[in-house]
C-alpha cells in the first residue's frame, strides 16, 4: 500500500505518520506538508530514515502539483489531515482556512476521484480527519453524536464543515470510498504553543502570564494524540465506506481547571512553592463567538471497532509536560523564527 498523509508535519499528523511508519513497515509512507508555521520537520527526526517513509514538500491548494503527485505516484489511499487548525488565527484571516481547508480539501478529492475511476484501479480510501467543532455549541447537557446537526461558528469550524460536507458528497455521487471522523481537543506532545495547554506550559516555564479567555467556563473534552492516532489506524482499516465516527476521551474539563492542574504539576516540575503557578493566571478578553460546551460521545468507535482511550487527563498531562521541559530546543525552535511575531504581538494585545 501507498498511502499519502496530509499534513504529516503538523501535531496530529506526526504522531499519525509515526505510528503507521513503525506498525506497518509494507507500507510507504508519504508525507505531503507545506511546512506553513505549524509544520515542523524536527516532529519526525526519529522516523526520516527509516525506508517505507517518504518526505513531500507542497501546496493541496495547488491542483496542479496535486493531480501531478497522484498521477506519479498512484497512491493506494490518502489519510488527510493537513489543514490550517487555529480557531483564533482564522478570525484574524478567515481566507486562507477557506483556501487550505475547502480548496485544498477539493483538490485531493479530484485527484483521487481520478485515481478511483481508472481502469482497474486499487485506490481503496479517502480518510478525511476532521474535528468536533462543526457540530457547534453544547449547553450544560448532552454530548455530540453522529448524528448530531452541523452549526459552525467559527470560520476555522465553518471551513471544516464545509470540507466535511464536500467528502461526503464525494462518496455519495462518485462513490468514492470515504470515512470521516470527528474528534475533540488533543493535547500531547508536538503541540504548538500557540494552543492552550502549551502555551501555558511554556509561559508557566518562562513566568509569563496565562492568558484565560473570558471567565475560564468554556469546557473542552482533552484525547492524548497517541489515542487519537490510534483510533485513525483503527478506522482507516476497518470502518465500512461512507461511515463517520466521533472520537473523544470522555474527559470534559472547564479550561480554568485544566490551567489549575497544569498549574500544580507544573509547580512539582519546577520546584516553585506550591500555588506559586496559579498567580499567573490572568483573564483576558474572551474570543469571539466563543464555544461554550463540547463532549463527545464516542459509543459507536468504542462499540463496532473496539477502540479506547489509553490515558487518564492527569496522567497524560504530566507526561506531556515532562516531554516539553524534556524538549527544550524544540519549544524554542517553534517559539522563535516567524512564529516569534505572531507569538509577540499576541503579549502586546494582552
Ligand atoms: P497543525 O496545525 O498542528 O498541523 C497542520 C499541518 O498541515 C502542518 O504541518 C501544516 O504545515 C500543514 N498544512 C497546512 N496548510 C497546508 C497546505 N496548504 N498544504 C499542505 N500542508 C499544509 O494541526 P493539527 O492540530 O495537527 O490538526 C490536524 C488535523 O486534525 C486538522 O485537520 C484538524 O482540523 C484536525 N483536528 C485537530 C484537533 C486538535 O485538537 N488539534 C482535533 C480534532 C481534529
Ligand atoms: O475541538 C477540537 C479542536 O480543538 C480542533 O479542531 C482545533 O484544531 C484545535 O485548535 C482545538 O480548538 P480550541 O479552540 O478548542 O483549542 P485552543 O487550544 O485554541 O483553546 C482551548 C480552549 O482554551 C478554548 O475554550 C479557548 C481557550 N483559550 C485558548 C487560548 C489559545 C484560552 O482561554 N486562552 C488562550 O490563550
Known amino acids: ?38 509544520g515542523n520537520l524536527e516532529n519526525l527526526r526519529d522516523i526520516e530514515n527509516k525506508p517505507n517513509y517518504k518526505f513531500v514538500k507542497g501546496d493541496i491548494v495547488d491542483a496542479g502539483f496535486i493531480n501531478e503527485l497522484f498521477a506519479k505516484e498512484q497512491f493506494n489511499a490518502v489519510i488527510h489531515l493537513a489543514a490550517e487548525s487555529h480557531v483564533d488565527r482564522s478570525i484574524t484571516n478567515p481566507l486562507e482556512f477557506v483556501y487550505t481547508n475547502v480548496i485544498g480539501t477539493v483538490n485531493l478529492l479530484n485527484a483521487a476521484k481520478t485515481l478511483f475511476k481508472q481502469e482497474g484501479s486499487s485506490f481503496k480510501r479517502f480518510y478525511h480527519v476532521s474535528t ?93 494524540v497517541e489515542d487519537h492516532a490510534r483510533a485513525i489506524d483503527v478506522i482507516f482499516h476497518k470502518a465500512k465506506e461512507g461511515s463517520t465516527y466521533n472520537i473523544g476521551g470522555h474527559n470534559e474539563w472547564k479550561n480554568i481547571d485544566v490551567i489549575r492542574l497544569l498549574c500544580r504539576i507544573m ?42 482511550p489509553s490515558l487518564q487527563f492527569e496522567e497524560g498531562l504530566e507526561k506531556t509536560v515532562d516531554w516539553y521541559l524534556a524538549n527544550e530546543t524544540w519549544l524554542e525552535n517553534v517559539t522563535s523564527g516567524s512564529y516569534a511575531h505572531y507569538y509577540e504581538d499576541q503579549y502586546a494585545r494582552r
Not at 501507498?2 to 508535519?9: E, N
Not at 499528523?13 to 508525507?31: A, E, M
Not at 498567580?279 to 459509543?299: C, E, N, P
Open 1 to 38: 500500500m501507498k498511502i499519502l498523509i496530509t499534513g504529516g508535519a503538523g501535531f496530529i499528523g506526526s504522531h499519525v505518520v509515526r505510528l503507521f511508519v513503525n506498525k506497518y513497515p509494507d507500507y510507504t509512507i508519504y508525507n505531503l506538508d507545506k511546512l506553513t508555521y505549524a
Open 132 to 224: 468536533d467543532e462543526v457540530y457547534g455549541s453544547l449547553g450544560d447537557e448532552g454530548m455530540f453524536t453522529e448524528t448530531t446537526a452541523y452549526d459552525p461558528h467559527s470560520p476555522y469550524s465553518a471551513s471544516k464543515a464545509s470540507s466535511d460536507h464536500f467528502v461526503r458528497a464525494y462518496h455519495d455521487t462518485y462513490k468514492l470510498p470515504c470515512v470521516i471522523s470527528n474528534c475533540s481537543n488533543n493535547y500531547g506532545p508536538y503541540h504548538f504553543p500557540e494552543k492552550l495547554i502549551p502555551l501555558c506550559i511554556n509561559n508557566i516555564k518562562h513566568n509569563r502570564s496565562l492568558p484565560i479567555y473570558g471567565k475560564g467556563e468554556n469546557v473542552r473534552d482533552w484525547l492524548f
Open 267 to 308: 509547580d512539582k516540575k519546577l520546584n516553585r512553592e506550591p500555588g506559586c503557578n496559579e498567580k499567573l493566571i490572568t483573564f483576558v478578553t474572551d474570543r469571539a463567538g466563543h464555544d461554550l460546551r463540547y463532549a463527545i460521545d464516542s459509543t459507536k468507535l468504542q462499540n463496532e471497532l473496539g477502540w479506547k
